[in-house]
Protein backbone atom coordinates (compact mmCIF):
# COMPACT_ATOMS: atom_id res chain seq x y z
CA UNK A 1 0.00 0.00 0.00
CA UNK A 2 1.11 3.71 -0.59
CA UNK A 3 2.33 6.11 1.58
CA UNK A 4 -0.26 8.68 3.45
CA UNK A 5 -0.91 12.21 2.65
CA UNK A 6 0.67 12.72 5.48
CA UNK A 7 3.52 11.20 4.69
CA UNK A 8 3.89 12.67 0.71
CA UNK A 9 3.21 16.42 2.18
CA UNK A 10 6.66 15.60 4.60
CA UNK A 11 8.68 13.98 1.69
CA UNK A 12 7.36 16.97 -0.81
CA UNK A 13 8.64 19.47 2.15
CA UNK A 14 11.80 17.73 2.50
CA UNK A 15 11.74 17.62 -1.12
CA UNK A 16 11.15 21.55 -1.46
CA UNK A 17 14.51 21.74 1.25
CA UNK A 18 17.00 19.64 -0.75
CA UNK A 19 15.92 22.02 -4.14
CA UNK A 20 16.55 25.09 -2.28
CA UNK A 21 19.77 23.74 -0.63
CA UNK A 22 20.64 23.01 -4.21
CA UNK A 23 19.93 26.76 -5.16
CA UNK A 24 22.39 27.52 -2.22
CA UNK A 25 24.99 25.47 -3.60
CA UNK A 26 24.64 26.96 -6.99
CA UNK A 27 25.06 30.46 -5.50
CA UNK A 28 27.92 29.40 -3.86
CA UNK A 29 29.72 28.53 -7.25
CA UNK A 30 28.19 31.58 -9.06
CA UNK A 31 29.47 33.90 -6.41
CA UNK A 32 33.30 32.28 -6.39
CA UNK A 33 33.44 32.76 -9.90
CA UNK A 34 32.38 36.74 -10.14
CA UNK A 35 34.63 37.31 -6.81
CA UNK A 36 37.43 34.94 -7.58
CA UNK A 37 37.47 35.35 -11.62
CA UNK A 38 38.67 31.56 -12.03
CA UNK A 39 40.40 30.71 -15.24
CA UNK A 40 38.35 28.94 -17.88
CA UNK A 41 40.08 25.18 -16.80
CA UNK A 42 38.55 25.93 -12.82
CA UNK A 43 35.37 27.02 -14.46
CA UNK A 44 34.68 23.26 -15.87
CA UNK A 45 35.86 22.09 -12.64
CA UNK A 46 33.19 23.86 -10.45
CA UNK A 47 30.72 22.92 -13.41
CA UNK A 48 31.54 19.43 -12.47
CA UNK A 49 31.74 19.71 -9.25
CA UNK A 50 28.30 21.53 -8.80
CA UNK A 51 26.52 18.45 -10.99
CA UNK A 52 28.42 15.79 -8.45
CA UNK A 53 27.20 17.60 -5.70
CA UNK A 54 23.50 18.72 -6.65
CA UNK A 55 22.81 15.26 -7.52
CA UNK A 56 24.32 13.92 -4.47
CA UNK A 57 21.76 16.43 -3.10
CA UNK A 58 18.82 14.61 -4.38
CA UNK A 59 19.94 10.99 -4.48
CA UNK A 60 20.64 11.80 -0.82
CA UNK A 61 17.20 13.55 0.11
CA UNK A 62 15.20 10.70 -2.17
CA UNK A 63 16.85 7.66 -0.39
CA UNK A 64 16.42 9.56 3.18
CA UNK A 65 12.75 11.04 2.91
CA UNK A 66 11.29 8.56 0.22
CA UNK A 67 13.35 5.14 0.41
CA UNK A 68 14.69 5.89 -2.82
CA UNK A 69 11.37 5.49 -4.93
CA UNK A 70 10.71 7.91 -7.47
CA UNK A 71 7.43 10.21 -7.15
CA UNK A 72 6.12 13.13 -9.33
CA UNK A 73 5.49 15.22 -6.34
CA UNK A 74 9.13 14.23 -5.09
CA UNK A 75 10.41 16.34 -8.44
CA UNK A 76 7.93 18.93 -8.51
CA UNK A 77 9.05 19.73 -4.90
CA UNK A 78 12.64 19.74 -5.86
CA UNK A 79 11.87 21.90 -8.43
CA UNK A 80 9.53 24.30 -6.43
CA UNK A 81 12.22 24.39 -3.28
CA UNK A 82 14.61 25.63 -5.94
CA UNK A 83 12.42 28.30 -7.45
CA UNK A 84 11.33 30.09 -4.20
CA UNK A 85 14.62 29.78 -3.59
CA UNK A 86 15.80 32.07 -6.23
CA UNK A 87 12.95 34.19 -6.15
CA UNK A 88 13.44 35.33 -2.58
CA UNK A 89 16.65 35.40 -0.95
CA UNK A 90 19.29 34.62 -3.91
CA UNK A 91 20.30 37.81 -4.72
CA UNK A 92 20.98 38.37 -0.86
CA UNK A 93 23.13 35.32 -0.92
CA UNK A 94 25.05 35.54 -3.54
CA UNK A 95 25.81 39.37 -2.16
CA UNK A 96 26.95 37.72 1.33
CA UNK A 97 28.71 35.10 -0.85
CA UNK A 98 31.19 37.63 -2.54
CA UNK A 99 31.53 39.37 0.22
CA UNK A 100 32.92 36.64 2.18
CA UNK A 101 34.28 35.60 -1.09
CA UNK A 102 36.26 38.77 -1.62
CA UNK A 103 37.45 38.71 2.00
CA UNK A 104 38.59 35.15 2.05
CA UNK A 105 41.01 35.46 -1.27
CA UNK A 106 42.53 39.23 -1.10
Not at 25 to 32: G, K, M, Q
Not at 35 to 45: G, L, M, Q, T
Not at 85 to 94: D, G, R
Request: net charge positive; proline share 1%; glycine share 8%.
Amino acid sequence: MGASISEQTLVFLAMCICGAAVGVLFDIFRSFRLAVRPSEKAVHISDFLFCVFAALVFFWGIVRFNNGQLRWYVFLGAVLGAVIYFLTISSYMIKLFIFVGKGTYK
